[in-house]
C-alpha cells in the first residue's frame, strides 16, 4: 500500500473538531445574508453602501466599522430574521467542523424602539433564537447563548437586559451573561450588580475586558463581575499581579486576533501577543469574534495562530481540549468532544 500523504496544515485545521466560546450573533452576518435582509424588507443600503453592497465587509476604522454595523442592525427586524442569522452561522460554524459554539447576542438592542420601527417584542426574540438553535441542532451545531448588556448603549442605571435575563421569556440553552460594546469611558464595575443578579440566577459571567482598555479593566471584571472568561483580555499582560492572578484562578482569555487587528488593538498580526500570553500560563482559546463584518472563520483564526504566533498542530489540539473544558456546554456535549479530540492524529 502507497504511504498516505500527511495532510496539509489547513486540511488538517479543518477536520479538527472545534469550538468557539466568542462570536457575536449580530456580528456574523455574511454579505450574502445581509442582501437576503435587504430583499426581505426592501430596504435602501445606500446610504451605507452608495456602490452597492461590497463582496466582503471592509471598513476604517471604528466609527467606520460601528456605521455598517448598525446598519446591519436595523435588518433585524423579525424573529424570523434571527432564526435565518443563527441558522447561517450555523451552516458556516458546521463547515469548519465547530460542533459547540456559545454564541453572544445583544437583547437590548432588538428591543429598543428605533427611528422607523417598534422593539421587538421578548417573546417574539425568544421565539427566533429557539428556531434557529433548533436548526443550528439541525446542522450538528449545539448553541449555548451569552447574552450581553452593550456598555455604551445600556447605561448601569438601565434594567432592561437584567429584568429580561430574570424573566420567563429568555431562550432555550442560555449560559452567560456578557458585558460587550466600546470599553473606552464605560467600565465594568458599575454594572456588577446586574451581574450579581445574572449570577444568583445560574448564568455564568463572560465580560468583554482588556480590548480597548488596559489591566485595570481586565481586573475590574474578575473583581467586580466575577468573570469566568474574559471576551479578549489581551492587555492584562500590563500588569504581572494580575496575569498571575488569572494563571491561579484558571480564567480563560477568549482571544480574537483578526478582530484585534481590523479594530486595530494591535498594529500588524505579527503583534499580537498571543506568544507572551502562552509563555505566561495563560488559558486562552481562538474565536472569530464578528466573522461576518471582519471576513474571517475559526480555521482562518487558527491558521492565522499557527502562521504568525507560533501556534503548533499539537498546541491546536490542546487549546481546543481545553475550550471544551472552559465552555458551559452540557455534560454530555462536553463528553461527545473529548471523545471526538481523543480520536485525533497530529501529524509528526
Ligand atoms: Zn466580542
Known amino acids: 500500500m502507497p504511504a498516505t500523504e500527511p495532510p496539509s496544515i489547513g486540511a488538517w485545521l479543518a477536520a479538527l473538531p472545534k469550538v468557539e466560546l466568542h462570536v457575536h450573533l449580530e456580528g456574523s452576518m455574511s454579505v450574502a445574508t445581509v442582501a437576503s435582509l435587504i430583499e426581505r424588507h426592501q430596504l435602501d443600503a445606500s446610504r451605507v453602501w452608495p456602490d452597492g453592497l461590497p463582496e466582503r465587509f471592509s471598513f476604517d476604522g471604528f466609527p467606520d466599522f460601528a456605521r455598517q454595523f448598525f446598519f446591519g442592525l436595523s435588518l433585524l427586524r423579525t424573529g424570523e430574521d434571527l432564526a435565518t442569522i443563527t441558522a447561517d452561522l450555523a451552516a458556516t460554524l458546521a463547515g469548519q467542523n465547530v460542533r459547540y459554539a456559545e ?4 437583547a437590548y438592542t432588538h428591543f429598543l424602539a428605533k427611528e422607523d420601527r417598534a422593539g421587538m417584542a421578548p417573546s417574539e426574540y425568544r421565539a427566533g433564537l ?12 449545539d448553541i449555548g447563548w451569552v447574552i450581553d448588556i452593550p456598555r455604551d448603549i445600556e447605561m448601569p442605571d438601565s434594567s432592561v437586559t437584567i429584568d429580561y435575563l430574570e424573566s420567563d421569556l429568555t431562550p432555550d440553552g442560555l449560559v452567560a451573561i456578557g458585558l460587550g460594546g466600546y470599553e473606552v469611558g464605560f467600565p465594568a464595575a458599575p454594572y456588577a450588580d446586574q451581574f450579581a443578579r445574572a449570577r444568583a440566577i445560574g448564568l455564568h459571567s463572560v465580560p ?22 474574559v471576551g479578549h483580555g489581551v492587555r492584562c499582560l500590563e500588569d504581572a499581579a494580575l496575569v498571575a492572578r488569572l494563571v491561579e484562578q484558571g480564567i480563560m482569555l477568549e482571544v480574537c486576533p483578526t478582530s484585534n487587528d481590523l479594530l486595530q488593538v494591535i498594529e500588524t498580526i505579527g503583534d499580537h501577543p498571543l506568544p507572551q500570553l502562552r509563555d505566561a500560563g495563560l488559558r486562552v482559546c481562538l474565536n472569530t469574534d ?28 490542546a487549546i481546543q481540549r481545553d475550550a471544551v473544558a472552559a465552555s458551559f ?20
Open 208 to 229: 468583554h475586558a482588556g480590548e480597548t482598555e488596559g489591566a485595570a479593566s481586565v481586573r475590574s471584571a474578575v473583581e467586580d463581575l466575577g468573570a469566568e472568561r
Open 103 to 106: 454564541i453572544t447576542t445583544t
Open 130 to 141: 429557539n428556531e434557529g438553535r433548533r436548526r443550528a441542532a439541525a446542522a450538528g451545531v
Open 290 to 317: 464578528d466573522p461576518g463584518w471582519f471576513a474571517t472563520d475559526l480555521n482562518t483564526e487558527l491558521m492565522v495562530a499557527t502562521e504568525h504566533l507560533g501556534v503548533g498542530l499539537g498546541d491546536h489540539l
Open 329 to 348: 456546554a452540557s455534560d454530555s456535549v462536553k463528553r461527545q468532544l473529548t471523545d471526538a479530540l481523543a480520536a485525533v492524529v497530529v501529524p509528526g
